[in-house]
């Protein structure tokens, strides 16, 4: 049997979602290039990477929450409070570098995450309530200890400023100077250490096992706490990871910005083929989703459309991609004669 | 019996001051096939669970090769050799059928990292020892319940297990599929596991049992080796009263037909089916799973529509394409999946009770009268004798037996003219399924037409005066009232049902000698 170049590559067939995104990824492509060649560039594809990075972080903390049944709406919260605790403290002790911004930042992060998981596990609390909640709680935590004061460029540590300007390759034309960003090996770094934890050790395995059925999880002797404790700090810890990031691409530290647009990563990954319910979800769909989120949010100028069709524009692919999907899955459920999903 | 592998002494528990267990005492011996009996609620789960180390228990001990396993958690259980195969077969739908077999083992070996070729060698070895393939990439959800259920069992015995729990292992299992995981554990036992079976089905207990130990709300009625008992009086020592299906018969003097269905087809569901049914009958439609029975009924109720032949109500033809056309038409279904089809688990009797007529219960101002409500619920309990009369008890927390007369008592409160039973006690102890049967026989006699579908010859000898045999999508074979009242009926109504093919056959052979002008 032949096999195709993709089941050679990622060991499994692709899934439906994986395939329409592609497609409407390329189709639209295509159509921005077609109507304007400018867009074809190494730049424009720059551009996207530096601007991309922090969310594509983030996009991988929703997953695999998602894959444990769960939803968290807080990681936006622990990313700005992660990231600003470590912009103070490096402040408050005069220390200007890079490494040490990111461990504080991610350590809160972990913290944060985990007080998630110690919450949800011990009320037996749904997830949405509980991180619905401590978002509100981490942010007016952080404002009311640390403040809300926003570091224009000069006032912040330079190492995050030198760190977001930083590129590993330089292509100089008659435009000017595009370079390709430092965040790039990070979040490859992040793919790949995810996929590694959830295809390839016991603990991702447990994840799928205890978003699939709970339950069963737990009659096989999975430790429910264990993981769970596991998803949300590791999720809490990436959010802490974006938040450096986020300060330095934007060169600008503002402690009130970023939260609000959880949803949209949350729909990005959904796009994705990631499931509200739990056990499904992949690594490649989850990048396509928020290919499909920034290729909007930076092509329609390209289109001469205002920004404000990014909205229409996302709104639509979604409410279709998913209708398409879950309408197709009805009409085989009827036909085989299933009318009800236990 | 062999040497005692598990030990219960003195074993007692009690969930909010309710007795659940009471100083139960019994041994499990090395390769021993126990039956476990007792109507729903009588404390067989609650013993798994305590064995298995999901409960703790308030007094008395467990022990396994004289350790004890108690009040240790499931790890513990697992590793001295307790595996248990749940009646929702407690495996994870995403993962694949390797992934659910062999993750288990794996757990249990401490690994930390996962690898593809020993999972898939885990579960391919497993597999074997069962005695079935499977596709080991595929996603256990695209499996069917029989298959569901081997993969349930290869992954039990991954982890040497000596003692092998099943709750209700056949319930979602057609009649060749039981004949099938019966020999399975036959074969598991002649290795030396131990196997405790529950079931409610009285015929595979004694195919197998080598001693039956009996609960009845709590405590142990009885220890007996499987020869000292039959089904009489093991019902009797189940329920503590003589249970007996008293049989139908309809004297009802009409014979204008309710329903004609005539030559009625579904490509790639069923075809050419004719039948009436008149008022106080009560057919029986019969045949293995996926015979196109339930396709049939679904077909009648609107969800299925047909695309040749008529269906004709009161003498005229009729077109039924929704659920909602069915009931203007009469016609009531109770479905073969009453958790997920035929009721609203997490709303109340009341809800659930109400929610087929809700229309009649609308007041002055359009808002539902919640007396009248009320008082319907309230009647409902009684008549159908749900257990609990509590009317704002949820659903889901009743035992099958009791959702079960929900289910019937809501569509009764619509006064069906044709009602169709599908598969109505699967899953339901004997003292109910006799509650269910009477229940049954009252409504025909008040000129209903009633269509059961079952599998199970006992059922429709009991309920049924017509009877009509489906095989493949057709149908194989009708016998009326004199016939199913010959001694040997039930018999040979077995044989049909579970060998469909020879009895082709043999109807073929007959028909050629006919049609040679052989006279015999």
Redo the contacts between chains.
């Keep these: 049997m032949k096999t195709s170049p993709f089941r050679a590559v990622f ?1 499994r067939p692709s899934t439906a979602m994986e395939k329409y995104l592609l497609a409407i990824i390329i189709g639209y492509i295509v159509i921005v290039a077609l109507k304007n060649p400018l867009f074809f560039s190494v730049e424009t594809l720059f551009d996207m990477l530096r601007s991309g990075s922090g969310v594509m972080i983030l996009a991988i903390g929703v997953l695999i929450v998602l894959v444990s049944g769960g939803i968290d709406v807080s990681f936006t919260a622990i990313a700005v409070v992660s990231g600003y605790t470590s912009v103070k403290l490096m402040l408050a002790l005069g220390i200007d570098n890079i490494l040490f911004a990111f461990v504080v930042s991610i350590v809160v992060g972990c913290l944060l995450g985990a007080i998630n998981a110690l919450i949800i596990y011990r009320f037996n609390l749904p997830t949405l309530i509980v991180t619905l909640g401590t978002a509100s709680a981490y942010h007016g935590l952080m404002a009311t200890v640390l403040g809300t004061k926003s570091f224009p460029t000069a006032a912040m540590p330079q190492s995050l400023v030198n760190f977001g300007s930083t590129d590993l390759i330089v292509i100089n034309s008659d435009t000017g100077r595009y370079g390709l960003t430092v965040f790039l090996p990070i979040v490859i770094a992040v793919l790949v250490l995810t996929w590694f934890i959830l ?8 994840v ?2 205890v ?3 709970e ?8 430790n429910i706490f264990r993981t769970k404790l596991f998803v949300y700090a590791y999720s809490g810890a990436l959010s802490g990871l974006m938040g450096i990031i986020y300060f330095s691409e934007l060169k600008y530290v503002n402690p009130v910005s970023l939260v609000g647009t959880e949803l949209m990563i949350i729909a990005a990954v959904v796009i994705g083929g990631a499931k509200l319910t ?3 979800g992949t690594i490649l769909g989850t990048i396509l989703g928020i290919v499909v989120v920034q290729l909007f949010q930076s092509t329609l100028v390209f289109l001469g459309l205002g920004s404000s069709w990014n909205d229409l524009f996302f709104g639509a692919v979604l409410l279709i991609s998913l209708g398409v999907m879950y309408y197709r899955q009805r009409i085989q459920d009827r036909k085989n ?1 299933v ?4 | 019996m062999g040497n005692p592998i598990l030990i219960a002494e003195n074993l007692s528990i009690s969930f909010g001051g309710v007795t659940a267990l009471d100083t139960i005492n019994l041994s499990i011996g090395e390769g021993e096939i126990l039956c476990l009996a007792g109507e729903n609620g009588s404390g067989k789960s609650t013993f798994v669970k305590i064995v298995s180390g999901v409960y703790a228990p308030s007094a008395g001990s467990v022990a396994i090769d004289g350790s004890r396993v108690d009040s240790q958690g499931p790890r513990a259980a697992i590793s001295a050799g307790v595996q248990v195969i749940y009646q929702d077969l407690s495996l994870f739908d995403h993962l694949s059928v390797a992934e659910n077999i062999a993750m288990n083992r794996m757990m249990h070996d401490g690994s930390r990292l996962v690898k593809r070729s020993r999972m898939r060698a885990i579960a391919a070895e497993q597999l074997a020892r069962v005695g079935v393939e499977l596709p080991l990439d595929d996603r256990v959800s695209t499996l069917s319940v029989a298959n569901k259920q081997l993969v349930a069992i290869a992954r039990a015995l991954s982890m040497d297990a000596r003692i092998l729990f099943m709750d209700e292992p056949t319930t979602a299992l057609t009649t060749n599929e039981v004949k099938r995981l019966l020999k399975i554990v036959l074969e598991l036992k002649s290795r030396g596991l131990s196997i405790v079976f529950i079931s409610h089905k009285l015929d595979e207990v004694f195919a197998i049992a080598d001693r039956i130990i009996i609960f009845r709300d709590g405590h142990k009625m009885g220890d007996f080796t499987a020869a000292e008992l039959d089904e009489e009086s093991l019902s009797f020592h189940m329920t503590g009263r003589t249970v007996s299906y008293a049989r139908y018969h309809r004297q009802i003097d009409d014979e204008t037909p309710l329903l004609q269905v005539q030559g009625l087809g579904r490509t790639g569901n069923y075809q050419d089916v004719s039948f009436d049914l008149r008022k106080g009958d009560i057919l029986g439609l019969t045949g293995l799973l996926g015979a196109g029975r339930t396709e049939l009924a679904l077909s009648l109720f609107g969800l299925n529509t047909p695309d040749s032949g008529r269906i004709l109500i009161g003498g005229q033809p009729v077109s039924i394409r929704s659920p909602l056309q069915a009931m203007e038409h009469g016609i009531a279904l109770v479905p073969e999946d009453r958790k997920t089809q035929g009721l609203f688990g997490a709303q109340s009797i009341r809800n659930n009770v109400s929610s087929n007529v809700i229309d009649s219960l609308l007041g002055r101002s359009r808002l539902i009268d919640r007396k009248a409500e009320q008082s319907l619920a309230v009647a409902t309990v009684h008549e159908m004798n749900v257990n609990n009369k509590n009317i704002d008890t949820l659903v889901q927390n009743l035992s099958g037996g009791n959702q079960q007369k929900v289910v019937i008592g809501k569509w009764i409160a619509r006064h069906p003219t044709i009602f169709i039973l599908d598969s109505p006690t699967v899953g339901i102890d004997i003292g109910s399924k006799q509650e269910i049967y009477d229940r049954i026989h009252t409504l025909a006699a008040s000129g209903i037409g009633v269509i059961v579908i079952s599998d199970e010859p006992e059922e429709i000898i009991a309920n049924c005066n017509r009877v009509l045999v489906m095989h493949e999508g057709t149908v194989l074979d009708r016998f009326e009232e004199a016939d199913l009242r010959a001694p040997e009926f039930k018999d040979r109504l077995a044989t049909i049902i579970s060998d469909p093919e020879a009895h082709v056959k043999h109807a073929t052979a007959a028909l050629t000698t006919i049609n040679t002008g052989d006279q015999r």
């Design positions: 060991n295809y390839r050790t016991m603990l991702g395995r447990q799928f096992a978003g699939s059925n339950e069963s999880a737990s009659r096989l002797g999975i739990g056990g499904e004669l009318f009800a999903t236990a």
